[in-house]
T-cell receptor
Framework: DTGVSQDPRHKITKRGQNVTFRCDPI?????LYWYRQTLGQGPEFLTY????????KSRLLSDRFSAERPKGSFSTLEIQRTEQGDSAMYLC?????????????FGPGTRLTVT | GENVEQHPSTLSVQEGDSAVIKCTYS??????FPWYKQELGKGPQLIID?????GEKKDQRIAVTLNKTAKHFSLHITETQPEDSAVYFC????????????FGTGTRLQVTL
């Protein structure tokens, strides 16, 4: 399968714990996006990378959130000191630079539950 | 930022009937108008899009129409089938803004037999 993959698919954690999610984009896609989707809502933009550079962060991305894409390939999203309000689906998408705009391909998401 | 609303929030139709979902947006500079389908346990998938210089686009059973003056665009699905059951999102965009999508509130479509 050459689509966007995310790991893990589900994560249950206790409040206050740190969690890390991984996203593997489609090979050779320059851009990588993170979105958060709460139940019954549309995805909300969190941040995006072009190659290894993080070019934009949403106000939704508090200081407890950090994202990296160290070699311009896979990306990680870490949440420190999780809170119950962090419970959501975290979606990753990738795109090439071709097209106006480039089409974003989404992964299946990581569902986080904070108890 | 862009304010995006969809109506209705839920829609139930019988197999074979048509379904129409409307998306209203606030940013008059938006010039790209996609619709995404999200099935259970999956991420959104682009199903059709339209640009501001075109009023209508059709792809087999799905079509999108655009009214830039009124700032709304609609998804039309004809001859609905059970596999059309999903949540549909619009995400109007001003190209050149790094393509960060602002999704609508979503419409859950249920196609019954």
């Amino acid at each position: 399968d050459t689509g966007v993959s995310q790991d893990p698919r589900h994560k249950i954690t206790k409040r206050g714990q740190n969690v890390t999610f991984r996203c593997d984009p489609i090979s050779e896609h320059n851009r990588l996006y993170w979105y958060r989707q709460t139940l019954g809502q549309g995805p909300e933009f969190l941040t995006y990378f072009q190659n290894e550079a993080q070019l934009e962060k949403s106000r939704l991305l508090s200081d407890r959130f950090s994202a990296e894409r160290p070699k311009g390939s896979f990306s990680t999203l870490e949440i420190q000191r999780t809170e119950q309000g962090d419970s959501a689906m975290y979606l990753c998408a990738s795109s090439s630079l071709a097209g106006v705009p480039p089409e974003q391909y989404f992964g299946p998401g990581t569902r986080l539950t904070v108890t | 930022g862009e304010n995006v609303e969809q109506h209705p929030s839920t829609l139930s139709v019988q197999e074979g009937d048509s379904a129409v979902i409307k998306c209203t947006y606030s940013d008059s500079a938006s010039n790209y108008f996609p619709w995404y389908k999200q099935e259970l346990g999956k991420g959104p998938q682009l199903i059709i899009d339209i640009r501001s210089n075109v009023g209508e686009k059709k792809d087999q059973r799905i079509a999108v129409t655009l009214n830039k003056t009124a700032k709304h665009f609609s998804l039309h699905i004809t001859e609905t089938q059970p596999e059309d059951s999903a949540v549909y999102f619009c995400a109007p965009l001003r190209t050149g803004t790094a393509s960060k999508l602002t999704f609508g509130t979503g419409t859950r479509l249920q196609v019954t037999l």
